[in-house]
């Protein structure tokens, strides 16, 4: 089968979207739907601050159309405040909501935080509490975790080192490591606040064609609505639209 390229932005309900991507005064209750119309996934940030209902999962699954696909941020209270350790139950928690998405459910992100050093022990453990039939990324913020053995350990559990680029700020590494490529840009000038230029976006399109594997790009650059003119242009230039 065709690997499949999926590109959209992290999160869609920014205010000041508002006049930039929804025409002025569109209901904000129908901006998911308006966003659906143009894309055919999205990064669902706000899972990482507070986990919803499963009754909300649902209802995101039947407002989105049958083809679109929801990424999904793990709420911090897995990675920040447990740090990945005993997490059974939170684990257990989030799946039960994620799960109402049924076949939209794409590939779940765990953004490890910036102060939490690469413990070999506690990956494994998490590893292995990790559901088997879903699709995972982990996004690293502590420079201990650019280490060879974290590249090996997400080969064996067929886990997606997320490539992050924020503007120097953490680290960035191209590995194959799964199944999949997860893709995250923050900006690459100014964190969550730069636009991408031509030249870099056809870098990515370069690479997310060449990889032939299934890919999930989502633009974190939400100032002035970047993400929505750099996800419009890189889906161009990757041959979605």
């Given at each position: 089968m065709r690997p499949q390229i999926y590109i959209g932005t992290s999160g869609w309900n920014y205010k000041h979207w508002e006049g930039i991507f929804y025409p002025k005064k569109y209901p904000k209750q129908k901006w998911l739907e308006f966003y659906a119309s143009h894309y055919t996934t999205v990064e669902l940030n706000a899972s990482f601050y507070r986990l919803s209902t499963p009754k909300t999962?649902?209802?995101w699954r039947e407002r989105t159309p049958d083809t679109f696909l929801w990424a999904v941020k793990a709420n911090r209270y897995i990675t920040?405040?447990?740090?990945l350790k005993s997490v059974e139950e939170p684990l257990q928690r989030f799946f039960n909501a994620v799960e109402h998405l049924g076949a939209k459910l794409g590939p779940i992100l765990f953004q490890i935080p910036p102060n939490l050093p690469f413990d070999e022990e506690t990956l494994d453990l998490f590893c292995k509490g990790l559901k088997k039939n879903l699709l995972y990324s982990i996004e690293i913020r502590h420079p201990s975790w650019?280490?060879?053995?974290?590249?090996?350990m997400l080969k064996d559990n067929n886990i997606a080192l997320c490539i992050s680029?924020?503007?120097?700020?953490?680290?960035?590494i191209?590995?194959?490591?799964?199944?999949?490529?997860?893709?995250?840009?923050?900006?690459?000038?100014?964190?969550?606040?730069?636009?991408?230029?031509?030249?870099?976006?056809?870098?990515?399109?370069?690479k997310i064609t060449g990889w032939k594997k299934d890919t999930y790009t989502y633009f974190d650059n939400d100032y002035g609505g970047y993400a929505i003119n750099n996800s419009k242009r890189l889906r161009e230039i990757s041959g979605l639209s």
């Open positions: 999962f649902e209802g920040h405040i447990k740090r650019a280490q060879k053995r974290v590249i090996e680029d924020s503007a120097g700020r953490y680290p960035y191209e590995e194959n490591t799964a199944s999949f490529f997860y893709i995250r840009l923050h900006g690459s000038r100014k964190l969550y606040s730069s636009k991408y230029s031509e030249e870099e976006l056809q870098a990515y399109a370069r």
